[in-house]
DNA sequence: GGTCAGATATAGC
DNA sequence: GCTATATCTGACC
């Protein structure tokens, strides 16, 4: 198990990856300082895989990419890899609600199911579970509902 | 196996 | 607006 924290404006990243170099868990929040460092770093080996996320970051951060594509593990379940993929589909700005969701991956009642896969998801970004809403509207982000609503408005605003 | 908690949706008030 | 309830999965006992 590697770890890293990464300051890379605006957010500072939490990221675990595994001896494969697969990312295991990212986690983030709001970070004002404007200079990119390294914060902590669990090996020479790892840093190699900083360097491939910041490269993804960017990627994602400049819209070239839908999301931040990045090796990672798969150990999930068959409805939660259904949801995740169907996820994977969003483009950038394109928001959905749990219940639409339910109904593309062929579950249309499973709207509830969804939203735990959602909170449990450990690769915000990765799959960018922002882009699901609730059909009232906003609802809830494990990095924080500002940082939800921070990640869309930048996408709807500026990622066309 | 049973129970229970959700980042929900919907109806009925 | 609020409350109850329908509905599904996964975690935990």
């Excluded at 300082?33 to 090996?43: N, T, V």
Aim: charged letters at 25%; proline letters at 4%; aromatic letters at 16%.
């Amino acid at each position: 198990m590697q770890k890293a924290i990464l300051n890379l404006f605006p957010f500072i990243f939490y990221l675990l990856w595994n001896e494969e170099g697969k990312l295991i868990k990212l986690s983030f929040n709001f970070s004002f300082d404007l200079e990119p460092k390294i914060l902590q770093i669990g090996s020479i080996k790892a840093k190699k895989w900083v360097e491939e996320f910041y490269e993804a970051f960017l990627a994602y951060w400049n819209f070239e990419k839908d999301r931040v594509e990045i090796p990672h593990l798969e150990n999930f379940t068959e409805f939660e890899k259904r949801v995740l993929k169907e996820l994977s589909q969003l483009k950038i700005g394109e928001v959905i609600t749990y219940k639409i969701l339910a109904e593309r991956i062929g579950y249309p009642k499973a709207h509830r199911a969804i939203g735990r896969v959602m909170a449990k998801n450990p690769l915000p970004l990765v799959y960018p579970c922002h882009r699901v809403i609730g059909s009232k509207g906003l609802t809830g982000y494990s990095q924080g509902l500002i940082l939800k609503q921070f990640l869309l408005y930048r996408e709807i605003k500026y990622g066309f």
